[in-house]
């Protein structure tokens, strides 16, 4: 059972354009929501996080908008950058069923950025 | 400040045999997980440790196992290995107590089993 459904699987952007990554999760018990940067021969980084509290964070050209009652959460990367061409992968976790480190991840998205 | 440290980095391996693999956490973590990441499943959690004790488990078999030392380093043993072993096993450390628990990860250990 996937308790995170990412989309899309891949996404190819050009350079100064908006990337758009979603996720939706099942379990409403989740009140964590990471979302992590890996690039290739690289462990996950995290990029940004949001607590069900809010319904936007923003850092930098990172924004997380979360939409409680409709479980749904997307990461947007502005002004996107050939740097910025990795794999993101969502993630949720629950403080009552596991501690946030138990995280239940999306199954990722590869994102390539054109010059 | 160094970051999460995972040796060894690459390691093939047969089937049947057994492997361990050893993590550092970030100075001062005392919580150190285990995640196995592969092309077809993805990132997925083994178990979690804290302060010498496991903390949670994932849906992994009985052959996956793990332990923390008092220092906090953490290893992770892999019994009887199996060719669906073969994955990319990665540690992470938190720091208790911290607002949002942030996971920091280790570039991993790539298993290959043959």
């Known amino acids: 059972q996937q308790q995170v459904k990412q989309s899309p699987q891949s996404l190819i952007v050009q350079k100064g354009g908006i990337s758009i990554i979603n996720c939706a999760y099942e379990?409403?018990?989740?009140?964590?929501f990471p979302w992590y940067q890996q690039f290739p021969g690289k462990g996950p980084a995290l990029l940004i996080a949001?607590?069900?509290?809010?319904s936007e964070k923003k850092e930098g050209r990172f924004t997380i908008s979360f939409n409680k009652s409709a479980k749904q959460f997307s990461l947007h990367i502005m002004d996107s950058q050939p740097g910025d061409s990795a794999t993101y992968f969502c993630a949720a976790s629950s403080i009552r069923e596991g501690g946030s480190e138990k995280l239940v991840f999306g199954k990722g998205t590869k994102l390539t950025v054109n010059p | 400040k160094a970051g999460v440290t995972q040796t060894p980095r690459y390691l093939i391996k047969t089937r049947g045999q057994q492997v361990t693999l050893s993590c550092s956490p970030i100075s001062g973590h005392r919580s150190v997980s285990w995640y196995q990441q592969t092309p077809g499943q993805g990132l997925q959690f083994l178990f979690e440790?804290?302060?010498?004790?496991?903390?949670n488990k994932g849906n992994f078999p009985g052959r996956f196992s793990g332990r923390q030392f008092s220092n906090s380093r953490s290893e992770m043993n892999v019994s009887t290995l199996e060719l669906g072993d073969s994955a990319l096993y990665l540690c992470?450390?938190?720091?208790?107590?911290?607002?949002?628990?942030?996971?920091?990860f280790g570039e991993g250990s790539w298993l290959t089993v043959v």
């Open positions: 440790y804290f302060s010498e004790t496991q903390r």
């Open positions: 379990n409403t018990a989740f009140d964590y």
């Open positions: 992470a450390s938190s720091l208790e107590g911290e607002s949002g628990n942030t996971i920091y």
């Open positions: 949001i607590r069900p509290d809010v």
